[in-house]
């Protein structure tokens, strides 16, 4: 399941997907296509999904440059980030790697 960060999502603990975008963006729409897929394959991570245009202290304190970008949390802290994501299998790895930490 995908939560909408609405200014109110704790992420300080447990294993957490920040997921930047913004509505209209292309590239944007192709990680939406598998996110939901992922957030059910995964139910162990929350995924968050934030929009970049609504929520800029998040985007200022995460240094999210461009979008769509993932920012993998292991106790609110970061453990690793995607950006120019083009294929589910590239997230897919990430997410693997996230839930053996």
């Given at each position: 399941?995908?939560?909408?960060?609405?200014?109110?999502?704790?992420?300080e603990?447990?294993?957490?997907?920040?997921?930047?975008s913004?509505?209209?963006?292309?590239?944007?729409?192709?990680?939406?296509?598998?996110?939901?897929?992922?957030?059910?394959?995964?139910?162990?991570?929350k995924?968050?999904?934030?929009?970049?245009?609504?929520?800029?202290?998040?985007?200022?304190?995460?240094?999210?440059?461009?979008?769509?970008?993932?920012?993998?949390?292991?106790d609110?802290?970061?453990?690793?980030?995607?950006?120019?994501?083009?294929?589910?299998?590239?997230?897919?790895?990430?997410?693997?790697?996230l839930?053996?930490?």
């Amino acid at each position: 399941m995908i939560v909408e960060y609405d200014g109110k999502f704790e992420f300080e603990s447990g294993k957490t997907v920040l997921w930047f975008s913004i509505p209209g963006c292309p590239p944007c729409r192709i990680v939406e296509s598998f996110m939901e897929d992922l957030s059910r394959e995964f139910p162990e991570i929350k995924v968050v999904h934030i929009n970049a245009e609504e929520w800029n202290d998040l985007v200022n304190r995460f240094d999210v440059l461009n979008v769509p970008t993932l920012v993998y949390l292991k106790d609110g802290k970061e453990v690793g980030r995607q950006n120019l994501i083009r294929r589910k299998e590239e997230v897919l790895i990430r997410f693997e790697e996230l839930r053996r930490l």
